[in-house]
Structure formats: structure tokens, C-alpha cells
């Protein structure tokens, strides 16, 4: 927050001198970081922006505002500006009074956030993986993304819920009702093997086996589907049976990947609500939905959306009157951005580990009608594949015109790239070794062929390497903690590596690679976290002192680590604005490596000078408490010893 501050009164002290001079300043001073430190710690291009209607090279301005600067009097944090040559205008901060705020502000529980919501209500929904199977790790960049989302936005003071969409009527629950009911399948799971596994793996993919070799069945398919529209009291039972014994499996391994919810919105809650009715008679009335009555799409209604190249008219419901994906899809926007009103009620589904009530949907007229979430918020973020942009894009249209006004910042598209496996990986955990390679030597899962590897069993994996790395590491300790750092190094491994890309790469995961020590890793991380606890318990008779001075902290590289510290907000800034918690994964990465730096070229507890002792503690103290807040908010657990 200090190198905010800096760069504030920096601004300022343009500002004045601008006003000194009669020169008429742009309201936004545009600033960045100079390339080299000796160019100074801020530079501003105003000589730029306003050379053109001076009549003046930027050079010739830069070195007027920098002198009627210097005329005055500078702020605590500015210590010097100067004039580039090129006509940047480039300052230094006061060393020792930033590092020494920076210090005293750094072991603040709320370090590092910046008031960006003022309150602003957030709808956040992630996971919504159908319940006809188990979780797979490609599932989990939409867990971690959407979860770290929330956690961002709420650090940031933002009002923020989060929601999981259970899909209980889609194609998918039909899919395993159909394998039970039709095709001799048990409805329970052999020993020894989650719920949620035996669906999707044996279940889910025999179906759909099942279809290829016999077309007819699909007519089973639709059977059961419009049954559990119509809530059918056999097959409905049945499905939402099925449904909630999934979704309390899925619902462990989310758990476990240390996610949590506020709200399970089930579709067969939207359907028995009304609220599709509701929307769909809006969308007949405005002229939205259209019934097609020639060609192929006779009977089927229809929406176009303008502009739209990636496909001409898109069936909401079809000719034998099921609602498609899409048009499921449209209530529930509609209820989380305010264009229609709540219909539901509620009812508590369970305490989740963390002691945080997880509520569900209901219809149910005797349960509690007021919703544990803001409906209409403010904005709506939902995590979703890139794939279906398209489908998004039509459903931002259709809100917008239901409201008359433009939705694209208010219900957004999270979306991301697919995840893929080294082959590898695969090799290793699923015994597809003959898979077919994508282009850039990466196998794509594949739910109806059985292709892909389930989270729970990624999470085992990685943790059983990390297992062996521990249990070497700390021969002498108990069972319970080899288990428990295990599992955490376990959870920043995955989570890290799924967290640190682009939102529009396609990940490559790699078990080796997310394990190790070394690079931009999760356990990386860790470690450097229990290397800062490690000085600081062998110090802990002095680091109770208050003694603070920054400015004997002047070697490059713990300047160059106080730097860092005091910029943690403008990370936490980008990722909300950007919408990418990649930048505070870069940013704890950058900061771990500057603290290691830093240890190897600086002793702490050995240095015999006493003020300088305790300015290196105050430092390492800094670090991991920056460090321990950046990782909760990429849902990382740190551990004082590894």
C-alpha cells in the first residue's frame, strides 16, 4: 500500500507544478514502472500527452514540471524526480520512509486490499459439474478459478456470493436414470468405489456405448427426460435420488480442494418454479423468441441474435416442447442479474467442513422464503468453459433486451481454456497409454469415452509424491503430520498449477511438474513460506520488540524485497480487474524468489548489530504474512514446517 501511496503523491506533485506552470493536465497521469532502476522507481509520460497542444518537445516539458517541482517542497515518500532526456518524467521514493511504513503496514490482517467493490454485491458461480459423475481434473480449473475469484473480489470489498448450478434434468442425469432403469445397471456402486466414480466411469460411458450401437435407445433417452421435466413420481424420484447421491461425493472432493459455496440452485427448481414460464412468455412478448414454422426447426422456438457468425438461429425449445441447454440456462440469469423475481425457497443442505452453512433451492411452499443470497447483484461472474462463448454472448443479448439495456458488465463470462494431460500423466494414472496425442503433445479427456483422469484420483497421486518427499524430509515426526502437509502440498501443487496460466491456454498438466521444489510451483511456495517460519521460530524471544527502521534495510536485494511487499495491492488490483488470478500467483511467485534472494546473501538472527537484527526480522515477518495472504487468496493453505 506504501508504493500506492508514492506513486499518489508523485501524481500530486505533478499535478501542482502543472498548475503552477498554466499548463491544462489530462485528468488520468498516466505512470509505469522505467525499465532500469536507474531511470527511478515511477515515470510518468505526461510531456506526451500534452507536447502536442504546447507546441513543446516532451523533453523541453518534463524538465519544466521536474524544476517547478523541485521549487517546492516534496512529499515524505518522493525523494527525488528528474527529467529523461526522452521526456519521461522519473521519481525515486524516500527509501527509508516507505520501507518503514511499508514494515508497520505489512502485518495488517487486510494488507494488501484496495476498497475496489465499496460494497458492490457479487454473484460468483463455479464448478456446476452435471451429477452423473465424478469430478476430473479438468473440472478443477473451474473450481479454482471461480473459487479464487470469489475470494479476490471479497478481499477487495465486494459483497460477494457464490453459487454451484446442479444440472439435475439435463441430458447427462437422463443418461444414468437410462442405464439403471433400462439397461441393468445396479444403483449402488461395488465396494470400495465412490458413487460419483461408478456413474460416470461405468455407468455414463456404457450409455453412451450403448447409443452408437443402438440409435433407438435415445428414444429412452428423451423418454426419461421429459419425465424428469414433467416431475414424473417414478423416474423423478429416481433421477433426483441419483443426483443428490453424486453431488455429496462431488461435493467432498470440492471440499477437499478447499472450495465452499453459499447456495446449490438446482434445475429442477428453476423448471418447477415457473421461472422458465415466466422468462419465456417475457422473451414471446419482446419479440425475442420466435416459433419457426418452415424447414427443419418447424415447431421448434427459436432466438437470433444479431452479429452472431458462429451460427444462425438458436432453438430454445425444441419441436417435442423440452427446453434446450441454452434456454435452461436464461431463467437463472435472469433471476442473478434482477429481470425476474425469486420464486424459490430454501431449505439448509449441510454444514460444510469449514463450519459455513451450505444452503439448496426448494419449492417446497413450507420452507424459508427469504434467499441467503443477493439476487439482482450488481454483477453476475460465471466460470465456463471458452467453448461456450457463444452461448453466453446469446444469453448476455437476451438479458439486455429483456431489460432494455446493455448486460455485458453486468453478467460476465469467466472463461477459460481446456484442460489437457501429459501423455504421461495419463499413462500413469489412467492407463490410456495409447491415447491419441493432441498437437502439442497433450491427451483432451473425453467424459463419454471414459478419457480422462478423476480429481480425487490426480489429488492421491500428487500427494503420495509428496508423501515420499516428506517422510524422507522429516523421518522423526508422526503419521498424522506427514498426512496432513502431504495433503497440503498436494492441494498448492494442483491448485498453483491450474491458477498461474492464461485464462485462454490450454493447461497441460503434469504430475512431476507440479511437484517440485523448484520454478513457479505451488510446494515451491511453501517452502519458501516454512524457510521465513524457520528464522522466525529461532527468534522468538526478540521478534516481539516494536522496533522498526526501514532504513537500515539498503542492501539491492532487500530493497528490491521491500519493493515487492509494498505492491501486493496492485496484483490483487489487476486480478479483479482483469479478472485473472494469475497476477497474484506471479506476484507470490516474485515475491518468494526475492525473499530467497534475499536469505542467501543477507544473515538475520547471526548479525551481532541489534537494530539491524530486528529490521531483517521485521522484514522476514513482512514476507510471509504478504506471502500467507496472497496464497489464501489462491484457496493455498501455508504450513510453518515442511
Given at each position: 500500500?506504501?508504493?500506492?501511496?508514492?506513486?499518489?503523491?508523485?501524481?500530486?506533485?505533478?499535478?501542482?507544478?502543472g498548475?503552477?506552470?498554466?499548463y491544462?493536465?489530462?485528468?488520468?497521469l498516466?505512470?509505469?514502472?522505467?525499465?532500469?532502476k536507474?531511470?527511478?522507481?515511477?515515470?510518468?509520460?505526461?510531456?506526451?500527452?500534452?507536447?502536442?497542444?504546447l507546441?513543446?518537445?516532451?523533453?523541453?516539458i518534463?524538465?519544466?514540471?521536474?524544476?517547478?517541482i523541485r521549487?517546492?517542497?516534496?512529499?515524505?515518500l518522493?525523494?527525488?524526480?528528474?527529467?529523461?532526456?526522452?521526456?519521461?518524467?522519473n521519481?525515486r521514493?524516500n527509501?527509508?520512509?516507505?520501507f518503514?511504513k511499508?514494515?508497520?503496514?505489512?502485518?495488517?490482517?487486510?494488507?494488501?486490499?484496495?476498497?475496489?467493490?465499496?460494497?458492490?454485491?457479487?454473484?460468483?458461480?463455479h464448478t456446476?459439474?452435471?451429477?452423473?459423475?465424478?469430478?476430473?481434473v479438468?473440472?478443477l480449473?473451474?473450481l479454482?478459478?471461480?473459487?479464487?475469484?470469489?475470494?479476490i473480489?471479497?478481499?477487495?470489498?465486494?459483497s460477494?456470493n457464490?453459487?454451484n448450478?446442479v444440472?439435475?434434468?439435463?441430458?447427462?442425469?437422463a443418461?444414468?436414470?437410462?442405464?439403471?432403469?433400462?439397461?441393468?445397471?445396479?444403483?449402488s456402486?461395488?465396494?470400495?468405489?465412490?458413487?460419483?466414480?461408478?456413474a460416470?466411469?461405468?455407468?455414463?460411458?456404457?450409455?453412451?456405448?450403448?447409443?452408437?450401437?443402438?440409435?433407438?435407445?435415445?428414444?429412452?433417452?428423451k423418454l426419461?427426460?421429459?419425465?424428469?421435466e414433467?416431475?414424473?413420481s417414478?423416474?423423478?424420484?429416481?433421477?433426483?435420488?441419483?443426483?443428490e447421491?453424486?453431488?455429496n461425493?462431488q461435493?467432498?472432493?470440492?471440499?477437499?480442494?478447499?472450495a465452499?459455496y453459499?447456495?446449490?440452485?438446482?434445475?429442477?427448481?428453476?423448471?418447477?418454479s415457473?421461472?422458465?414460464?415466466?422468462?419465456?412468455?417475457?422473451m414471446?412478448e419482446?419479440?425475442?423468441?420466435?416459433l419457426?414454422t418452415?424447414?427443419?426447426?418447424?415447431?421448434c422456438?427459436?432466438v437470433?441474435?444479431t452479429?452472431?457468425?458462429e451460427?444462425?438461429?438458436?432453438?430454445?425449445?425444441?419441436s417435442?416442447?423440452?427446453?434446450?441447454?441454452?434456454?435452461?440456462d436464461i431463467?437463472?440469469?435472469?433471476?442473478?442479474?434482477?429481470?425476474?423475481?425469486?420464486?424459490?425457497?430454501?431449505e439448509?443442505?449441510?454444514?460444510?467442513?469449514?463450519?459455513?452453512e451450505l444452503?439448496r433451492?426448494?419449492?417446497?411452499s413450507?420452507k424459508e422464503h427469504?434467499?441467503?443470497?443477493i439476487?439482482?447483484?450488481?454483477k453476475?461472474?460465471?466460470a465456463?468453459?471458452?467453448?461456450?462463448?457463444?452461448?453466453?454472448?446469446?444469453?448476455?443479448?437476451?438479458?439486455?433486451?429483456?431489460?432494455?439495456?446493455d448486460?455485458?458488465e453486468?453478467?460476465i463470462?469467466?472463461?477459460?481454456?481446456?484442460?489437457?494431460?501429459?501423455?504421461?500423466?495419463v499413462?500413469a494414472?489412467s492407463?490410456?497409454?495409447s491415447a491419441?496425442?493432441?498437437?502439442?503433445?497433450?491427451?483432451r479427456?473425453s467424459?463419454r469415452?471414459?478419457?480422462?483422469?478423476?480429481?480425487?484420483?490426480?489429488f492421491?497421486?500428487?500427494k503420495?509424491?509428496?508423501m515420499?518427499?516428506?517422510?524422507?524430509?522429516?523421518?522423526?515426526?508422526t503419521?498424522?503430520?506427514?498426512?496432513?502437509?502431504?495433503?497440503?502440498?498436494?492441494?498448492s501443487?494442483?491448485?498453483?498449477?491450474?491458477?498461474?496460466?492464461?485464462?485462454?491456454?490450454?493447461?497441460?498438466?503434469?504430475l512431476?511438474?507440479?511437484l517440485?521444489?523448484?520454478?513457479?510451483?505451488?510446494?515451491y511456495?511453501?517452502?519458501?513460506?516454512?524457510?521465513?517460519?524457520?528464522?522466525?521460530?529461532?527468534?522468538?524471544s526478540?521478534?516481539?520488540?516494536s522496533?522498526?527502521?526501514g532504513d537500515?534495510?539498503?542492501?539491492?536485494?532487500?530493497?528490491?524485497?521491500?519493493?515487492?511487499?509494498?505492491?501486493?495491492?496492485?496484483?490483487?488490483?489487476?486480478s479483479?480487474?482483469?479478472?485473472a488470478?494469475?497476477?497474484?500467483?506471479?506476484?507470490?511467485?516474485?515475491?518468494?524468489?526475492?525473499?530467497n534472494?534475499?536469505?542467501?546473501?543477507?544473515?538475520?538472527i547471526?548479525?551481532?548489530?541489534h537494530?539491524?537484527?530486528?529490521?531483517?526480522?521485521?522484514?522476514?515477518?513482512?514476507?510471509?504474512?504478504?506471502?500467507r495472504?496472497a496464497?489464501?487468496?489462491?484457496g493455498?493453505?501455508?504450513?510453518p514446517?515442511i
Amino acid at each position: 500500500m506504501s508504493f500506492r501511496l508514492f506513486v499518489e503523491q508523485a501524481r500530486s506533485l505533478v499535478k501542482g507544478a502543472g498548475e503552477t506552470l498554466g499548463y491544462a493536465l489530462p485528468e488520468s497521469l498516466e505512470w509505469d514502472v522505467p525499465p532500469s532502476k536507474d531511470m527511478g522507481d515511477v515515470s510518468f509520460r505526461i510531456a506526451f500527452q500534452i507536447s502536442k497542444s504546447l507546441g513543446k518537445r516532451p523533453a523541453e516539458i518534463a524538465g519544466e514540471i521536474s524544476g517547478a517541482i523541485r521549487a517546492g517542497q516534496l512529499s515524505d515518500l518522493v525523494g527525488s524526480v528528474e527529467a529523461n532526456p526522452k521526456g519521461f518524467l522519473n521519481f525515486r521514493f524516500n527509501a527509508a520512509k516507505l520501507f518503514t511504513k511499508t514494515l508497520s503496514e505489512s502485518v495488517k490482517p487486510n494488507y494488501g486490499s484496495v476498497d475496489l467493490g465499496h460494497g458492490q454485491s457479487v454473484l460468483v458461480e463455479h464448478t456446476s459439474v452435471n451429477p452423473n459423475k465424478a469430478l476430473h481434473v479438468g473440472h478443477l480449473r473451474n473450481l479454482a478459478l471461480g473459487d479464487s475469484i470469489a475470494r479476490i473480489f471479497s478481499f477487495t470489498n465486494h459483497s460477494v456470493n457464490i453459487l454451484n448450478y446442479v444440472d439435475d434434468s439435463g441430458l447427462q442425469v437422463a443418461d444414468v436414470v437410462v442405464g439403471i432403469m433400462f439397461l441393468g445397471h445396479s444403483a449402488s456402486a461395488p465396494a470400495g468405489l465412490k458413487f460419483d466414480d461408478y456413474a460416470g466411469d461405468e455407468i455414463y460411458v456404457d450409455v453412451n456405448k450403448k447409443y452408437e450401437l443402438d440409435p433407438s435407445l435415445k428414444e429412452k433417452q428423451k423418454l426419461v427426460l421429459r419425465a424428469i421435466e414433467e416431475h414424473d413420481s417414478k423416474i423423478f424420484l429416481l433421477a433426483s435420488s441419483l443426483t443428490e447421491r453424486i453431488l455429496n461425493e462431488q461435493l467432498k472432493t470440492c471440499w477437499r480442494f478447499n472450495a465452499s459455496y453459499d447456495l446449490l440452485v438446482f434445475e429442477s427448481d428453476i423448471i418447477a418454479s415457473k421461472l422458465w414460464g415466466q422468462t419465456f412468455d417475457a422473451m414471446k412478448e419482446n419479440g425475442i423468441a420466435k416459433l419457426e414454422t418452415e424447414g427443419k426447426l418447424a415447431g421448434c422456438w427459436i432466438v437470433s441474435i444479431t452479429g452472431e457468425k458462429e451460427g444462425e438461429d438458436k432453438v430454445l425449445v425444441r419441436s417435442d416442447g423440452t427446453a434446450t441447454y441454452v434456454a435452461k440456462d436464461i431463467p437463472f440469469a435472469a433471476l442473478k442479474t434482477g429481470i425476474v423475481e425469486d420464486r424459490f425457497t430454501y431449505e439448509k443442505y449441510i454444514v460444510e467442513p469449514n463450519g459455513k452453512e451450505l444452503w439448496r433451492t426448494s419449492t417446497d411452499s413450507n420452507k424459508e422464503h427469504t434467499a441467503p443470497v443477493i439476487w439482482g447483484a450488481e454483477k453476475s461472474i460465471t466460470a465456463i468453459r471458452s467453448e461456450q462463448s457463444r452461448l453466453q454472448r446469446v444469453i448476455v443479448s437476451i438479458l439486455s433486451q429483456l431489460a432494455g439495456e446493455d448486460y455485458s458488465e453486468k453478467y460476465i463470462h469467466l472463461g477459460y481454456a481446456l484442460v489437457s494431460l501429459s501423455p504421461d500423466t495419463v499413462a500413469a494414472l489412467s492407463g490410456h497409454e495409447s491415447a491419441t496425442e493432441g498437437s502439442h503433445g497433450s491427451v483432451r479427456m473425453s467424459g463419454r469415452k471414459g478419457l480422462y483422469v478423476n480429481a480425487d484420483d490426480v489429488f492421491e497421486a500428487v500427494k503420495k509424491s509428496a508423501m515420499e518427499e516428506t517422510r524422507k524430509r522429516n523421518p522423526d515426526l508422526t503419521e498424522e503430520w506427514w498426512d496432513n502437509v502431504s495433503e497440503k502440498l498436494a492441494l498448492s501443487a494442483i491448485r498453483f498449477a491450474l491458477l498461474k496460466q492464461d485464462l485462454d491456454k490450454t493447461i497441460t498438466f503434469d504430475l512431476s511438474e507440479s511437484l517440485k521444489l523448484v520454478g513457479e510451483t505451488g510446494p515451491y511456495m511453501l517452502y519458501t513460506y516454512a524457510r521465513a517460519m524457520s528464522i522466525l521460530s529461532k527468534a522468538n524471544s526478540e521478534i516481539k520488540d516494536s522496533f522498526i527502521k526501514g532504513d537500515l534495510l539498503n542492501t539491492p536485494s532487500e530493497i528490491e524485497l521491500l519493493t515487492i511487499i509494498s505492491k501486493f495491492d496492485y496484483s490483487v488490483e489487476k486480478s479483479v480487474l482483469i479478472l485473472a488470478p494469475k497476477w497474484v500467483a506471479h506476484y507470490s511467485f516474485e515475491l518468494c524468489e526475492a525473499f530467497n534472494k534475499f536469505y542467501e546473501k543477507n544473515r538475520v538472527i547471526q548479525v551481532d548489530d541489534h537494530d539491524l537484527r530486528h529490521a531483517r526480522l521485521r522484514l522476514v515477518i513482512a514476507f510471509s504474512n504478504v506471502l500467507r495472504s496472497a496464497l489464501a487468496l489462491l484457496g493455498i493453505e501455508v504450513l510453518p514446517k515442511i
